[in-house]
């Protein structure tokens, strides 16, 4: 089964590392039947437009500002970020959410703003620690979708990745299970169908994240509830993500 594959570079390396990075995945890719992404910080952007222009690499930005331009010193738009070749940005990343105070309605702006300048959104959902020890993981992640995805059309929605990513998993080498994971998927297509349809559910693409490494990704990935996941740490080795990147799912 063909598989998105994106790797969430956050705030590691340099444009140089990511030039000599990009050159060997670039390489390593070549062929792989999957989708492969890498997001890696804004500075980086160009150095990806020269190496992976051309190739089977695609990738995205981790954030964008919700204004289209203006006043808004240090902020990044869509455009800017598309006019490097951007393809994709990730939205909602429960980083953002928690140490930069992003809230779902900011998120729901930023989501419009991506796919109003033709990027593809992957966008980030996922309960902490607390709110699962309480049984309200379910409940959470639908109110977030509810609120992310407010006032989109249907139409809208492709270009859209949801990406599940309990945070208790995010960097910590701990993972949910795949009954979870397959648990939270459903939750997140029901969810879709009552805002979107039937066919929307059944067409998004819905991606795993926390904790996939080279050890455990065979299992996690091979999981046919999921069309993907979602790397952070585990895609800063080129060697190790390539080899996530190539396999057969
Ligand atoms: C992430 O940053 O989205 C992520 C899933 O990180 P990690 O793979 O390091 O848990």
Request: net charge positive; with cysteine.
């Amino acid at each position: 089964m063909n598989k998105l594959i994106i790797g969430n570079f956050k705030m590691n390396t340099t444009p140089k590392e990511f030039k000599e990075y990009s050159i060997a995945l670039a390489t390593k890719c070549k062929g792989t039947k999957n989708d492969v992404v890498v997001c890696p910080p804004f500075t980086h952007l160009s150095v990806a437009k020269e190496i992976l222009s051309g190739s089977n690499v695609e990738y995205g930005a981790q954030n964008i500002c919700e204004e289209e331009k203006g006043a808004f010193t240090g902020e990044v738009s869509a455009k800017m970020i598309k006019d490097l070749g951007a393809s994709y940005v990730i939205v909602g990343h429960s980083e953002r959410r928690a140490k930069f105070k992003e809230t779902d309605r900011l998120i729901n702006k930023k989501i419009k703003t991506a796919l109003a300048n033709g990027l593809k959104v992957i966008l980030c959902v996922g309960e902490n620690l607390q709110t699962r020890e309480s049984k309200q993981a379910a409940i959470f992640v639908r109110k977030q979708l509810d609120d992310d995805l407010k006032g989109m059309y249907e139409n809208e929605l492709e270009g859209v990745v949801i990406a599940y990513e309990p945070v208790w998993a995010i960097g910590t080498g701990k993972f949910a299970t795949k009954k979870d994971i397959t648990k939270m998927v459903e939750v997140i297509r029901k969810e879709i169908e009552n805002q979107f349809s039937a066919k929307a559910a059944q067409s998004i693409n819905v991606l795993y994240g926390g904790s996939v490494n080279i050890s455990n990704y065979k299992n996690i990935i091979s999981n046919e509830a999921i069309n993907g996941a979602l790397i952070g740490g585990a895609s800063l080795n080129v060697d190790n993500f390539s080899v996530i990147a190539r396999e057969n799912y």
